[in-house]
């Protein structure tokens, strides 16, 4: 059984069927790639995981719970976390505070500016954020200023956020969009190491192939709204179907 069972789902915008009978199963502790050309319907698929669209049919699970009709916080507070394409973070804030924001929110069950006031009398949150920051190699640079970090550094730091929320679920989309290489180099350890450490559940959408094929452990090809093939990388590379759904972008 998967952490994530989506079954049967459909969507359509007006005419336009965006899913159609679409049918995934994220086991635990894996990295799952949904990889499809533009317009497949990836984003779509995610949208419906968070809460942000509703399906016209079908059935979202999470651990045996249905997210459908689950507003977006809510989502979160069961374990789901979304990490998009650029980084969510406070910009004028140093690393450490970020990281505490998400500490005081997990442990209050909201966040208040004023909370960062009486940080130093806060042991228990300032050791979970130095606990965070040496899990993504960031503690040396806990005390710079987030807007001055490199773009895989910011990446860090959101991932540092996410898992002070000990989510169980991590949804990432585009993780290294717009991303000099060094920086995509270094998300991808991070990711790995993430997944090894804490096992947490990851499904990734991306484009950069090279990212899929170094994270992924189960792979879901969408086309026009439908799931066209699943399986396992090294099935993926040069299927068929996959080549065919491709043809006139960036081969697989
Ligand atoms: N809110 C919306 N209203 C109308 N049409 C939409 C909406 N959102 C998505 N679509 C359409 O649904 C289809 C699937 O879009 P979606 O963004 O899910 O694809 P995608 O696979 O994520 O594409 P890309 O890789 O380019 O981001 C597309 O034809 C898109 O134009």
């Known amino acids: 059984m998967g ?5 049967n789902v459909n969507k359509s915008f007006g005419g336009l069927k965006a899913l159609q009978n679409v049918n995934l199963d994220i086991e635990e502790g894996k990295i799952h790639a949904i990889i499809g050309p533009n317009g497949a319907g990836k984003s779509t698929l995610l949208n419906c995981f968070v809460g942000k669209l509703v399906p016209d049919t079908g059935t979202v699970m999470f651990n045996g ?11 979160n507070q069961v374990g789901v976390s979304r990490v998009f394409q650029t980084p969510e973070i406070f910009s004028e804030l140093s690393v450490f505070e970020n990281v505490m924001i998400p500490c005081f929110a997990k442990r209050d069950g909201a966040f208040t500016l004023n909370a960062l006031n009486r940080v130093h009398s806060e042991q228990d949150i300032r ?33 540092a956020m996410c898992l ?9 989309d585009e993780p290294t969009a717009g991303m000099a290489r060094a920086d995509t180099e270094s998300t991808i350890e991070l990711l790995k190491t993430i997944q090894e450490r804490l096992k947490i559940t990851m499904a990734i959408i991306e484009h950069d192939m090279g990212v899929v094929f170094s994270l992924a452990q ?7 709204g439908t799931v066209i093939v699943e399986d396992l990388p090294e099935n993926i590379k040069g299927h068929p179907k996959v080549k065919e759904a491709y043809l006139g972008e960036a081969q697989v």
Not at 65 to 75: D, N, R, T, W
């Open 218 to 224: 189960k792979i879901s090809v969408l086309a026009q």
């Open 164 to 172: 002070s929320q000990q989510p169980k679920l991590l949804l990432l």
């Open 65 to 75: 719970q249905s997210l459908l009709g689950i507003k977006p916080h809510e989502i």
């Open 3 to 7: 952490i994530l069972e989506v079954n």
């Open 127 to 159: 050791e979970r954020a130095e606990e965070m920051l040496v899990d993504v190699n960031l503690i040396d640079k806990r005390d710079m200023i987030a807007s001055s970090m490199s773009r895989g550094d910011k990446r860090r730091l959101e991932m």
